[in-house]
């Protein structure tokens, strides 16, 4: 699976941004589908995930509330809606897929897009 995420820029704090991230392969629909970010000088984190189905989706306290997670399974395309966003939230955001299990740890996702910068200003 080879994974593109797009839709980063710059926003003011209290605005909002749509990532994508299209997936190539057929089995996309098995994968659950995360969101990590990492910040400068930071450790990368965990975001948000999504089931393969889109039934579930978990997220990080810090985004709990802000951020929604869906995904188009026809067009292999995972989605994470951004709303009131705020400066601690400007870092490279990536997906990744796992094939096997639902998880928040970066060490079961086994594909992993380029990453895409969100700067909010204040």
């Known amino acids: 699976v080879q994974l593109q995420a797009s839709g980063g820029g710059l926003v003011q704090a209290g605005g909002s941004l749509r990532l994508s991230c299209a997936a190539s392969g057929r089995t996309f629909s098995s994968y659950t589908m995360g969101w990590f970010r990492q910040a400068p000088g930071k450790e990368r984190e965990f975001v948000g995930l999504i089931s393969w189905s889109g039934d579930n989706t978990v997220f990080a306290d810090s985004v709990k509330g802000r951020f929604t997670i869906s995904r188009d399974n026809a067009k292999n395309t995972v989605y994470l809606q951004m709303n009131s966003l705020r400066p601690e939230d400007t870092a490279v955001y990536y997906c990744?897929?796992?094939?096997?299990?639902?998880?928040?740890?970066?060490?079961?996702?086994?594909?992993w897009g380029q990453g895409t910068q969100v700067t909010v200003s204040s």
């Open positions: 990744a897929a796992s094939p096997r299990l639902f998880s928040t740890m970066m060490i079961h996702y086994g594909y």
